[in-house]
């Protein structure tokens, strides 16, 4: 049965750190399984559009999305590793571990990430817009690293807009 976890907040060390890659052999096992279902409960109960481990003070390379589109499925990817990345864009974000606000951070359009999936089997992501945007945002995570720290002008969310982006986009 999965809960909801608590997601800390910026100013925890966990989030600083550099998460730990996930042996291969620790997919299988019960706990981690646990984990990747309470990650989901936990991120749909926020809304997000994804969660990263180090969100809930477990400093592994493992995080799960998903932004609610025709063309991706809810995603697990365990120790990504960034293939591709094409065309800077500059988006307006926010963060699940920085309620309330966002900043203008500059990311690229288009990504292609592996991974291995909740199997452990070998996956490769591909796309554009949001999807792209959450995985640089959820990789970023896993090296200890959050969006206000690349991005400007971050700012209370006041306008209809900033406050969708924080409610529904925020990772």
Aim: charged share 35%; hydrophobic share 40%; glycine share 6%.
């Amino acid at each position: 049965m999965p809960y909801i976890r608590e997601i800390i907040r910026d100013g925890h060390p966990t989030l600083r750190k550099v998460a730990k890659r996930v042996d291969p052999k620790e997919i299988a096992e019960p706990l981690f399984q646990q984990l990747i279902d309470d990650m989901f409960e936990t991120m749909y109960d926020a809304p997000g559009v994804g969660l990263a481990a180090p969100q809930v003070n477990v400093s592994k390379r493992l995080f799960v999305m998903d932004v609610h589109d025709d063309e991706h499925e809810p995603a697990v990817v365990i120790n990504p590793k960034i293939e591709s990345a094409e065309e800077e864009v500059e988006l307006t974000e926010g963060c699940l571990s920085v309620p309330g606000m966002v900043g203008e951070i500059v990311r690229y359009k288009r990504m292609i990430v592996s991974g291995l999936d909740r199997d452990g089997k070998k996956i490769r992501l591909e796309g554009e817009g949001l999807f792209a945007q959450c995985l640089q945002h959820e990789i970023d995570h896993l090296d200890g690293v959050l969006y206000v720290d690349k991005a400007r002008n971050v700012r209370e969310a006041v306008t209809e807009e900033e406050k969708e982006i924080v409610e529904t986009a925020s990772e």
